[in-house]
Every structure is written in C-alpha cells, then in structure tokens.
C-alpha cells in the first residue's frame, strides 16, 4: 500500500509540474496551449538524443501489433502530459490510501 501510495503521488507532483510548464509557456506567448505527453517525450528525445520514441514505435509495431500502436499509444500520446498522469495517480493514492478502522471495529478504551 505504501508503495502504491508513493507511486501516485509522485505521479500527482509530476503532473503538478507539468502544469506549470503549460502555465509558465502560456505567460511568455500570451496564450494557451496544452502540450500533449508525445511532444514532450520528443522534446526529451531530442535533448538526450537517444531516438526513444522511435525505437518504441518500431518495437511495438513490429514486434507486438501494429494497431496497438495506433489504436492505443497514440491517442495516449496526443492526450496532455498533466492528463495522463495525473489520472492514474490520483487513482493510485485514492486506492492506497490509509484507511482509518470504522467506529465499530475500534476498541473503546476506558
């Protein structure tokens, strides 16, 4: 549980960051614009030069199926970066949170 918790909230944070990144981006042009989550794995690729993306998409496409490639990873890719993993952490520490024992079960102490 602990984990599961931990897990979700660091996912929360990461989506608290990504945020701002919007905000920060829409207070320097002057307007808004939700960055989607295969735009900023591009911008990473791209500054550590790995071709990540690339290689995912081929795997998956080769490898595994190639409608899962397209039916699946990109709709999640165009979806904002906050969405998609804000969604699953909030979910993960509302599923792992601390439970507090019911009035019933707890033992009155006198």
Same mark, same amino acid.
């Given at each position: 549980?602990?984990?599961g918790r931990l897990i ?14 919007e905000v920060l981006n829409?207070?320097?042009? !002057? ?19 790995? !071709? +990540?993306?690339?290689? +995912? @998409?081929?795997?998956? @496409?080769?490898?595994? +199926?190639?409608?899962?490639?397209? !039916?699946?990873? @990109? ?5 904002? !970066? ?29």
């Amino acid at each position: 549980m602990k984990t599961g918790r931990l897990i979700g909230r660091m996912f929360l944070t990461l989506s608290l960051i990504l945020i701002g990144h919007e905000v920060l981006n829409a207070l320097e042009s !002057g307007e808004y614009r939700l960055i989607a989550l295969g735009e900023l794995w591009f911008r990473l690729d791209k500054a550590m030069g790995t !071709g +990540s993306l690339n290689i +995912s @998409q081929a795997i998956v @496409q080769r490898y595994i +199926s190639p409608w899962l490639w397209e !039916g699946v990873f @990109q709709n999640v890719l165009t979806a904002p !970066g906050w969405l998609v993993f804000g969604i699953p952490g909030a979910a993960l520490a509302r599923a792992c949170r601390h439970r507090r024992r019911s009035s019933r079960t707890r033992r009155k102490i006198f």
